[in-house]
């Protein structure tokens, strides 16, 4: 039979390990650790400072080799990871190769994040603080549909860091057969490398392997659990076996797995505590315990997010109808606290609303007609949000800004005896007799909602909360309950030849069995964690057991994998970048707007005061007890100044009309004084007491000034005799 050899080829050189000036190979299978060859190469003082193949120099091992360097396999694809430690410690000289493990466990794990420039532009980046199992965008992998901020079993999340070495990173791998389905919660971490998420993910789960597959490539990642690795048997002789120690470990197997999920809610101002059990087997299933009351029952306390919701109160009133808001006296309560003013019922009475010239109008901001029918209550009080408010029918709850306006007649009295009337905005007669109408306008502003009246508690779900994964205990349940056995066995073989060379192939992605050995170990389906084959001895040692944190002394750690888990408070942030989980307006604008136009520029505005003095007036006229009053008369361009020989009646309700023309004989005693643009004579008439006020020249000596001429111009009523 021909000799073949071990190869390995860096930057296109291929040579056998003789020829680069390897001794002592050695191969390591290893799982949820680096794998590779140590070679010794003697004769190199510094394998850090001067190697044959330099430090992450990538190379590529083959076994079976011919001489002309033809046929054979690849065993191996990696790199130098050589580091000063290993180079100078016994034995001296060895150089290190590494698969594609060495590189996750040196390259950071980022997951993608969406964050915002100024609160509004949003980008994708990669971040390195995690949220393990949580799912980043909405997809489908191996048939499953899952949404964005969903759980993904720990074998999804595992291929999401081996995606994501290779594609973001460079390293040489690629995602082959993944299998663990188990549902665990989202688990936050910080800095973590690689191969540190991907041990995370399977640490729960000790009945899962990795197997990197390097006749692919690149090389392949596998992850398999208990139940798709191959059972490979090993019939025990005497001979070729070396150490043989195979130690079951019951201490392992649990009567009963049971998580303790607990919540702390908040809604409001109310906070409260909730808990729920996943429990397999059952509670006292055949007869088993009952809440894991029972020695070496598995009880794991684990704390979820707790839900968020935030109440929203809205209070409302009904609003006047359309009808009502022309009646002062069905509306009087509404339009009252909308202009103050009519509160004063000592200064203002006799209020009426008009429908001419004025008219009722309810319009929104863009001048367009709103029916109460449809915004039928006006809000008082609380924030109001469409995109989410709704009522008990699933009507979005809104709100709408409207001007109301209308046209108001009243008396005002003076402030201090409530009895002098000031002016009235109903009218007082002109020169023509008649009675004009001069409403004052008044507009205020609502905001009106279709949100039911009284106070109305409106919930916001700001946060859902964590949700519990399905069937975890049952999961880390048959993961732990079949027998597993530790310990290890060395294998000491030759070739056809007579020569030492390792048969046996054993590797990761396999269960053991011995044969000819204990019965139990025909079917102990032994977990394979490594394999060290010595290429020179032919000894080969296959250590069995669980996982690396789950050796005899390390029970507890299954216990307390979720102690330093924190409560994830805010994994939607990864996705939409928003520390609230929605849009929920939170105060401010709730009070009603109430405005009021100015008093309006009416044509003829009159104010009066009751007079008790009867001092003697000018001339030879005697005034009289009665209202004096100043009426502004802007359709006849005049001002005018009079007393009354009668009061205006106390209680506002028979208004005095002025009457300029004096057809009362008893009005021949009323003085005025008129300040006019027009002929007085058809103002107040030939016959009557009056007095004319007009800019006259009057022509004077100034005794002052030697007695010279001068004038000047006075306003003053035309000259009257003494």
């Excluded at 999401?160 to 936050?188: E, H, K, R």
């Excluded at 996943?278 to 979820?304: C, K, N, R």
């Excluded at 080969?540 to 409560?567: C, K, M, N």
């Amino acid at each position: 039979m021909a000799v073949t050899y071990y190869t390995l080829e860096y930057d296109g050189t291929e040579q056998t390990f003789q020829d680069w000036g390897f001794a002592a190979p050695m191969q390591h299978r290893r799982d949820q650790a680096p794998g590779g060859f140590t070679v010794r190469v003697p004769g190199i003082a510094n394998l850090v400072a001067d190697p044959p193949v330099p430090f992450k120099g990538q190379v590529i091992i083959r076994k079976g080799r011919t001489a002309g360097l033809t046929g054979g396999t690849v065993v191996f694809q990696g790199r130098q990871t050589t580091d000063r430690i290993t180079a100078n410690r016994s034995p001296a000289n060895t150089l290190t190769f590494s698969d594609a493990l060495w590189d996750l466990a040196n390259t950071p794990y980022q997951q993608s994040w969406l964050f915002k420039a100024s609160g509004v532009a949003a980008a994708t980046k990669p971040f390195s603080r995690l949220v393990l199992m949580h799912n980043y965008a909405d997809r489908t992998v191996h048939g499953v549909h899952y949404a964005a901020g969903a759980l993904i079993p720990n074998g999804v999340q595992i291929e999401d860091i081996v995606n994501f070495a290779a594609t973001s990173c460079g390293v040489a791998l690629q995602v082959g057969t993944v299998d663990p389905v188990m549902p665990l919660t989202y688990y936050p971490v910080r800095g973590c490398s690689c191969l540190s998420a991907i041990q995370i993910c399977l640490k729960p789960q000790p009945d899962a392997t990795i197997w990197i597959d390097h006749s692919t490539t690149p090389p392949t990642f596998n992850c398999f659990g208990a139940a798709s690795r191959t059972r490979v048997t090993i019939h025990y002789a005497a001979s070729p076996f070396g150490d043989v120690d195979f130690s079951p470990r019951p201490d392992l197997q649990v009567p009963q797995v049971v998580l303790q999920y607990q919540k702390v809610n908040q809604e409001g101002d109310t906070s409260w505590s909730t808990q729920a059990d996943d429990s397999y087997p059952a509670d006292g299933f055949g007869g088993g315990p009952t809440g894991g009351l029972a020695v070496g029952a598995l009880v794991v306390p684990i704390d979820l997010r707790g839900a968020r919701v935030t109440d929203v109160r809205v209070t409302a009133a009904a609003m006047p109808s359309a009808s009502d808001l022309t009646s002062f006296a069905a509306s009087g309560t509404w339009w009252t606290k909308k202009y103050p003013r009519f509160a004063d019922t000592h200064r203002i009475k006799n209020v009426t609303i008009v429908t001419t010239p004025t008219t009722l109008s309810i319009k929104d901001d863009a001048g367009a007609d709103v029916d109460l029918a449809d915004w039928p209550n006006e809000l008082i009080e609380g924030p109001v949000n469409p995109l989410w408010m709704r009522n008990d029918s699933s009507d979005t709850i809104d709100t709408k800004w409207v001007t109301v306006k209308a046209g108001f007649t009243y008396d005002e009295f003076d402030v201090y005896s409530g009895v002098d009337r000031l002016h009235s905005k109903a009218g007082v007669a002109g020169s023509s007799g008649a009675v004009a109408l001069h409403p004052h306008e008044i507009a205020v502003r609502v905001r009106l909602t279709n949100s039911a009246t009284g106070t109305i508690v409106y919930s916001f779900i700001n946060d859902a909360g964590e949700t519990a994964p399905t069937g975890l205990a049952q999961a880390i349940y048959t993961a732990l309950h079949p027998l597993q056995y530790e310990g290890s066995v060395t294998i000491n073989e030759n070739n056809t030849q007579g020569m030492p060379s390792a048969q046996t192939d054993v590797d990761t992605k396999h269960k053991l069995c011995i044969s000819g050995g204990k019965a139990e170990w025909a079917t102990m389906d032994a977990t394979v964690r490594g394999v060290d084959i010595d290429l020179t001895t032919g000894a080969t040692t296959i250590t069995v057991g669980p996982a690396r944190h789950l050796s005899a002394s390390d029970y507890e750690e299954l216990l307390q994998f979720w102690r330093f888990r924190s409560v994830v408070e805010t994994p939607q942030v990864r996705i939409d970048a928003n520390f609230s989980a929605g849009s929920m307006q939170g105060g401010g604008a709730g009070q009603a707007e109430n405005t009021a136009t100015a008093a309006q520029m009416n044509s003829l505005h009159t104010v009066a005061g009751n007079q008790t003095d009867t001092t003697p007036g000018i001339g030879t006229v005697t005034n009289s007890a009665g209202t004096t009053y100043i009426q502004h008369d802007g359709q006849n361009e005049a001002i005018v100044l009079m007393r009354v020989g009668q009061h205006l009646a106390g209680d506002g309700v028979t208004p005095l009309a002025l009457d300029h023309t004096h057809t009362s004989p008893a009005e021949s005693d009323w003085p005025i004084i008129s300040i006019s643009l027009r002929d007085m004579a058809v103002l107040l008439g030939a016959g009557a007491l009056n007095r004319t006020m007009q800019l006259r020249w009057f022509y004077f000596k100034d005794a002052n000034d030697s007695c010279s001429s001068k004038k000047m111009i006075i306003l003053s009523t035309a000259p009257e005799a003494a």
